[in-house]
């Protein structure tokens, strides 16, 4: 019975003691592993990792013996074999949810750092942090063993501040959300403009354009978060294009830096950012009876506990620089609809009518007042000839006297 047993044991040694694959015979990767062997691609809806094949072989190791954070039982956690690439791969992919992710155990860290880049302006930034390991399991039944230990790190920083629609990141019970190329921003953000101090009345721009000055609120508003996050409102500004990055823009507000007609209610304070502004006309319009411009505004996200720390501190003097608007990465900023201004001032007076102008001296046309002035002239010449014949005749009569 002893020696059904051993065979038993013996047949599972060899079958994990597998003979290397005639694919990493010849292959460059057919040695022992090394740290270098994992490549991760940290995507917008999915991690993906891969990891040569060959130097498992060599450990005497194959591709069911790796797994994701040891989670054993879960096969989900588990890798599949590709063979069909040179140099062969495990690969492992994982949707970035908050299902799989908590499923295969990875590790989550929210950092605050300082902002470098495109994030220069930022004093700081808070990313999200996804990492774990892939280790392998060693099949030996005894005491002992003769396989070294393979493990291999990941992780995928994605600055917070990016949203993915629909998509929802489980980082300790918290929604976030990412894309591609370091994340990019997306529609989970939405921009209105209203037309009251409550936000509660929509704003209707009519094709004639509104009046100079007239009092527009902004909301901003972010979905698809708990409550342990806020929106943080960095820069808006308006261009004369639909596109953010444009040279010539006018900023509303950046940092400490604000126009005077300019007013911000809420900025991080909650999943809301409101702040509103007077309607202005770009000079590049003069000849135009209608300016049309777009309102940008950059945007991120921060922790509640945090978000007070994020905002720029004005009781001092030194306030970020301004950033240049081609330096802002449009995939990071939300737009409006167009917004028209015709050339109208709010509280002008209206204008008089033509006929209210002229009502007191144009009554009459050309024609009659030309025979009233004919009749006035032939009156007051026939009372001169009256007044000198009456002169002419007394004297006569004095002078036959």
Same mark, same amino acid.
């Given at each position: 019975?002893?020696?059904?047993?051993?065979?038993?044991?013996?047949?599972?040694?060899?079958?994990?003691?597998?003979?290397?694959?005639?694919?990493?015979?010849?292959?460059?990767?057919?040695? $022992?592993?090394?740290?270098?062997?994992?490549?991760?691609?940290?995507?917008?809806?999915?991690?993906?990792?891969?990891?040569?094949?060959?130097?498992? &072989?060599?450990?005497?190791?194959?591709?069911?013996?790796?797994?994701?954070?040891?989670?054993?039982?879960?096969?989900?956690?588990?890798?599949?074999?590709?063979?069909?690439?040179?140099?062969?791969?495990?690969?492992?992919?994982?949707?970035?949810?908050?299902?799989?992710?908590?499923?295969?155990?990875?590790? &989550?860290?929210?950092?605050?750092?300082?902002?470098? *880049?495109?994030?220069?302006?930022?004093?700081?930034?808070?990313?999200?942090?996804?990492?774990?390991?892939?280790?392998?399991?060693?099949?030996?039944? !005894?005491?002992?063993?003769?396989?070294?230990?393979?493990?291999?790190?990941?992780?995928?920083?994605? $600055?917070?501040?990016?949203?993915?629609?629909?998509?929802?990141?489980?980082?300790? *019970?918290?929604?976030?959300?990412?894309?591609?190329?370091? *994340?990019?921003?997306?529609?989970?953000?939405?921009?209105?403009? &209203?037309?009251?101090?409550?936000?509660?009345?929509?704003?209707?721009?009519?094709?004639?354009?509104?009046?100079?000055?007239?009092?527009? &609120?902004?909301?901003?508003?972010?979905?698809?978060?708990?409550?342990?996050?806020?929106?943080?409102?960095?820069?808006?500004?308006?261009?004369?294009?639909?596109?953010?990055?444009?040279?010539?823009?006018?900023?509303?507000?950046? !940092?400490?830096?604000?126009?005077?007609?300019?007013?911000?209610?809420?900025?991080?304070?909650?999943?809301?950012?409101? @702040?509103? @502004?007077?309607?202005?006309?770009?000079?590049?319009?003069?000849?135009?009876?209608?300016?049309?411009?777009?309102?940008?505004?950059?945007?991120?996200?921060?922790?509640?506990?945090?978000?007070?720390?994020?905002?720029?501190?004005?009781?001092?003097?030194?306030?970020?620089?301004?950033?240049?608007?081609?330096?802002?990465?449009?995939?990071?900023?939300?737009?409006?609809?167009?917004?028209?201004?015709?050339?109208?001032?709010?509280?002008?007076?209206? $204008? @008089?009518?033509?006929?209210?102008?002229?009502?007191?001296?144009?009554?009459?046309?050309? $024609?009659?007042?030309?025979?009233?002035?004919?009749?006035?002239?032939?009156?007051?010449?026939?009372?001169?000839?009256?007044?000198?014949? !009456? @002169?002419?005749?007394?004297?006569?009569?004095?002078?036959?006297?």
């Amino acid at each position: 019975m002893r020696l059904v047993f051993l065979v038993c044991q013996l047949g599972l040694i060899l079958q994990a003691d597998a003979q290397i694959p005639d694919a990493c015979i010849t292959s460059d990767t057919n040695r $022992p592993p090394e740290n270098s062997d994992i490549t991760v691609v940290c995507g917008t809806e999915y991690m993906d990792l891969a990891i040569y094949l060959c130097p498992m &072989y060599q450990a005497l190791y194959n591709e069911s013996l790796m797994v994701l954070n040891n989670q054993l039982n879960k096969p989900e956690c588990f890798g599949a074999a590709d063979w069909s690439v040179t140099p062969p791969v495990l690969k492992f992919k994982f949707p970035i949810n908050e299902s799989s992710l908590s499923v295969c155990g990875n590790n &989550y860290k929210i950092t605050t750092e300082l902002g470098t *880049g495109l994030f220069a302006d930022f004093s700081n930034v808070q990313f999200v942090n996804i990492s774990g390991i892939i280790t392998s399991i060693d099949p030996s039944a !005894g005491m002992i063993t003769y396989r070294p230990q393979i493990l291999y790190k990941f992780s995928c920083n994605y $600055p917070m501040q990016y949203l993915l629609n629909n998509t929802k990141l489980g980082v300790s *019970g918290v929604n976030v959300a990412i894309r591609d190329n370091n *994340g990019s921003f997306i529609s989970t953000l939405s921009m209105q403009l &209203y037309k009251d101090a409550e936000y509660r009345e929509m704003l209707t721009i009519p094709e004639t354009g509104l009046n100079l000055k007239t009092k527009i &609120y902004v909301a901003v508003k972010a979905t698809n978060l708990t409550d342990r996050f806020n929106l943080l409102l960095d820069r808006c500004y308006a261009t004369t294009s639909p596109y953010p990055m444009q040279t010539t823009y006018y900023d509303l507000f950046v !940092g400490c830096e604000r126009d005077a007609q300019t007013i911000v209610d809420h900025n991080g304070v909650s999943q809301n950012a409101h @702040f509103s @502004f007077e309607a202005f006309r770009f000079v590049e319009h003069k000849n135009r009876t209608v300016s049309t411009f777009y309102l940008h505004c950059a945007t991120r996200l921060c922790e509640v506990s945090t978000c007070s720390t994020l905002l720029p501190d004005c009781s001092t003097t030194q306030n970020r620089r301004k950033r240049e608007a081609q330096d802002v990465p449009t995939n990071a900023t939300i737009t409006s609809p167009p917004i028209f201004v015709g050339k109208k001032s709010t509280g002008d007076p209206q $204008p @008089f009518s033509a006929s209210q102008t002229a009502s007191s001296e144009g009554t009459y046309s050309s $024609p009659v007042v030309a025979i009233i002035i004919c009749i006035v002239v032939i009156a007051i010449f026939i009372a001169a000839l009256t007044v000198y014949f !009456g @002169f002419y005749i007394r004297r006569r009569k004095h002078l036959m006297a």
